[in-house]
């Protein structure tokens, strides 16, 4: 177990925020984290969980623990269905590294996912999301520590309550209370590539790949190419990704804007519902590339926030408030940021 006292956070967030904490710990078992939660410096702070920082604002230092899992291992478990595969994989290893792995070893289902930062064990906590698929369709369960008392639980996936960018980890009742120790996931042996989303068929055909031909790695390689087109690094520049979630609204609301707009892009979710890129929406207030001192808004997707060098959370903070003012005023949608404030 590493413990630090004073810790800089600038390089465990990705928009390179500098605030710092109190005590951070990073814990390499189950003993290690049951041990910490009986020290009497954690009880009386508060704690915060954090995976790879990558959807993160801090808008002050934080009086408090952070923790950090260093629980990376992934063993197959047994499964009684000869076409799947069921795998326990540690909370603190790399999305990605998984994701990269898992198609390595001809075990499929997340490739949609391919590239996405962070932690598996925030992957459940975010149920992420891309290119139509979503972490939580994969999930079978997820095996936690309860920051408080303890307790070991394993949430199985009907109790994780999977929905767009949420998970019962989210609620207001569960939030901060549990650390994602374990993800166990349900994969294919055989591949079925997830083409729903129509930028993927788009990319095939210029491609020239036909669906039906389309390799594990192909379908990979073409989602990554497409994200480091649109998306910035943060490596370069500061970001946590989307900043905003996708407003879902009614189709009334919908059929209102229809009438003012040669082209409103949308996604149909049900009958009553379709859901709006956010990314439209903050483009059509003429926000696409604007900034306001330190912070702005992303100059080819206006979804994500940058830091521009030294901003402040509280920077960020603001110029997503006057984004989220105007979409208000001209559209009447409210759109709620995706990141988690702390
Ligand atoms: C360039 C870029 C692109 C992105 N693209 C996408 C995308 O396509 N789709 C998408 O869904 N997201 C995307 N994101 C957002 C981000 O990658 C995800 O939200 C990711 O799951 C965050 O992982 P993390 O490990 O960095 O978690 P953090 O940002 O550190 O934490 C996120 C939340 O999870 C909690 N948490 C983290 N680890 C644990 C744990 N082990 N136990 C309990 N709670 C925990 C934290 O308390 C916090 O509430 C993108 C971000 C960036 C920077």
Same mark, same amino acid.
């Given at each position: ?108 289902? *997340? @490739?949609?996912? !391919? +590239?996405? %930062?962070?932690? $598996? ?6 149920? #992420? ?74 990319? *095939? @055909?210029?491609? !020239? +790949?036909? %669906?039906?031909? $389309? ?6 390689? #073409? ?79 206006? +979804? ?11 920077? #960020? ?26």
């Amino acid at each position: 177990m590493k413990i630090k006292e004073n810790q800089n956070l600038r390089h465990f967030n990705t928009f390179g925020i500098d605030a710092s904490c109190r005590l951070m710990v990073e814990y390499e078992s189950i003993k290690d984290l049951l041990s910490f939660i009986k020290d009497i410096r954690f009880r009386n702070l508060p704690h915060l969980h954090i995976g790879e920082g990558s959807n993160l604002l801090f808008l002050k230092d934080y009086d408090g623990v952070v923790l950090r899992s260093a629980i990376r291992q992934t063993r197959q478990l047994q499964s009684d269905r000869p076409d799947e595969i069921r795998l326990q994989v540690g909370g603190g290893l790399k999305w990605d590294t998984l994701v990269a792995s898992t198609l390595r070893h001809g075990w499929y289902g *997340l @490739e949609n996912l !391919s +590239l996405i %930062p962070g932690t $598996v064990g925030a992957a459940a906590v975010q149920n #992420i999301g891309a290119y139509g698929a979503e972490a939580g369709d994969f999930i079978e369960s997820v095996t936690c520590i309860n920051l408080q008392t303890g307790e070991r639980r394993t949430f199985a996936h009907d109790e994780c309550h999977y929905a767009y960018r949420h998970s019962y980890f989210k609620s207001a009742e569960a939030w901060g209370q549990w650390a994602v120790i374990y993800v166990n996931l349900r994969l294919s042996r055989h591949f079925t590539p997830n083409l729903s989303y129509g930028r993927l068929r788009e990319e *095939l @055909e210029h491609r !020239s +790949l036909k %669906p039906e031909q $389309v390799t594990p790695q192909q379908l990979r390689d #073409i989602i990554i190419d497409i994200r480091r087109s649109k998306l910035p690094d943060p490596r370069v520049q500061g970001n946590a990704g989307s900043f905003f979630k996708n407003p879902i609204v009614g189709r009334d609301v919908y059929e209102k804007l229809v009438k003012h707009y040669e082209r409103v892009p949308h996604f149909e979710v049900d009958d009553t519902h379709v859901k709006i890129p956010a990314a439209w929406l903050i483009e059509q207030c003429g926000w696409k590339g604007k900034s306001m001192g330190t912070a702005a808004v992303h100059d080819v997707q206006p +979804l994500v926030l940058v830091n521009l060098g030294g901003a402040k959370g509280r920077d #960020i903070a603001e110029l997503s408030e006057a984004v989220r003012h105007d979409v208000s005023e001209r559209f009447g949608i409210d759109i709620q940021p995706e990141v988690n404030f702390i």
